[in-house]
Each structure stands twice: as structure tokens, then as C-alpha cells.
């Protein structure tokens, strides 16, 4: 699945690589999606605003709180109006400590995906994040990179990074992008996009 020596190999884009790890079982994991959701639902920070649902998969351990609030969304940055003038949004997330996966996912396909991920690289929190049709997230940068593995998309799903826009397939490749510089993700399609998102803690 994913190698401890994977390559990690530059795209065309200048913010996004990926790697040459075995694909990931796609059906398998929107399989568990499904079934996660149907269980458990999403959850959101601010449910005035549709465009962020996540499912979070681990937190710090045996802190239920750490997957509630601010901690769900997690510190950004971002430009609310026509002045220049950057705002700092929610607080800070300690994500090295997100290390115990949630009781209710042990023993599934995904935990297996998260303990891969975490012996090849140093990452933070791990979550299935929704993106609703029509929907678009606020022109942001995070703290630091992220790890996109798709799950459901569609040809109108893109991200923006700075001044670039690319489509992520949901074809079991684990994508790299940076998202400490301006971004954006919007839904363009009329279904669910979904990603298991973990937060890359390596320069
Ligand atoms: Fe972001």
C-alpha cells in the first residue's frame, strides 16, 4: 500500500506531487465511508456553513475533545475582505499529538491506511472531509502541507493553489499538496467529493 521508501515524484503542478506507492483499494474505502457515515454522520464547526463536513478518524489520546469545535477545521488564514489585510481564523492545533485513531474505526481498512501513512510519514489528523455540489472553501493557507487520498469526486471538483487548478482522480494515488500557501477546493459537480485528508508534518 504505502512503501517506507515510497517515492514521492513531482507533477506538472507546482504545488502538488504524488507518489508511486500500490494504489490504495478505492471500493474498500468508500465502502467504510459509507458505512462510517451512515454510523457516526459528520461533523462541522460552524454548521451555518455547508461547505466543510468531516468525519475525524484520530485524536489526541483519550481526548474526545480534541475532535469537537475549532479542533475539527483547524487554524487557517485568510483575506475576508477587499482591505489586504490577513485574518487569523480558529486556533491553533497541536497535530503532533493526534496519535490514538478513534475507537470506532480500529480494525478497519482504514485504520490500516492511517498506521501506513504514519510509518512513512510524520502527520497530524486524519479525516474524511465532504465537500457538498456547488461548494467552495474560503481562499486560505493553512500551517502546512496535506496528504489527499480521493475517495468520490467528480470532473468538476478542483483545487486552486495559488494560481493553479488541477483535478485529483480518485484512482488509489496518495496526493502531496501544499496548502501553506493560498488555496482553495471547490465542487463544481452535482455529487459528494470526498477525501481522507491527513496533515503532512514534514517540510
Ligand atoms: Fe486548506
Known amino acids: 500500500m504505502i512503501e517506507k521508501d515510497s517515492t514521492i515524484v513531482s507533477t506538472t503542478y507546482r504545488y502538488l506531487e504524488k507518489t508511486l506507492d500500490k494504489p490504495i483499494d478505492i471500493p474498500r474505502l468508500w465502502n467504510e465511508y459509507s458505512w462510517f457515515l451512515n454510523d457516526y454522520g459528520t461533523v462541522t464547526d460552524d454548521p451555518s456553513i455547508i461547505d466543510f463536513n468531516a468525519i475525524c478518524l484520530n485524536r489526541k489520546p ?9 479542533n475539527v477545521r483547524g487554524k487557517y488564514w485568510t483575506y475576508p475582505t477587499d482591505r489586504p489585510i490577513e485574518e487569523e481564523r480558529l486556533p491553533y492545533v497541536d497535530e503532533e499529538s493526534y496519535t490514538e485513531i478513534c475507537p470506532e474505526f ?3 481498512y482504514t485504520e490500516e491506511i492511517i498506521n501506513a501513512l504514519a510509518s512513512r510519514w510524520k502527520i497530524g489528523r486524519a479525516r474524511f472531509l465532504m465537500k457538498p455540489p456547488r461548494s467552495c472553501l474560503s481562499w486560505h493557507r493553512d500551517p502546512e502541507r496535506r496528504i489527499h487520498i480521493p475517495v468520490k469526486t ?10 493553479e487548478a488541477f483535478h485529483m482522480p480518485a484512482d488509489g494515488t496518495i496526493y502531496i499538496t501544499d496548502n501553506r500557501v493560498y488555496h482553495n477546493f471547490f465542487n463544481g459537480g452535482e455529487e459528494n467529493r470526498i477525501h481522507l485528508v491527513v496533515t503532512l508534518l514534514e517540510p
Open 106 to 108: 480500529l480494525g478497519t
Open 62 to 70: 483519550g481526548d474526545t475533545k480534541s475532535i469537537t469545535g475549532g
Open 154 to 163: 467528480n470532473l468538476g471538483c478542483r483545487m486552486v493553489i495559488e494560481d
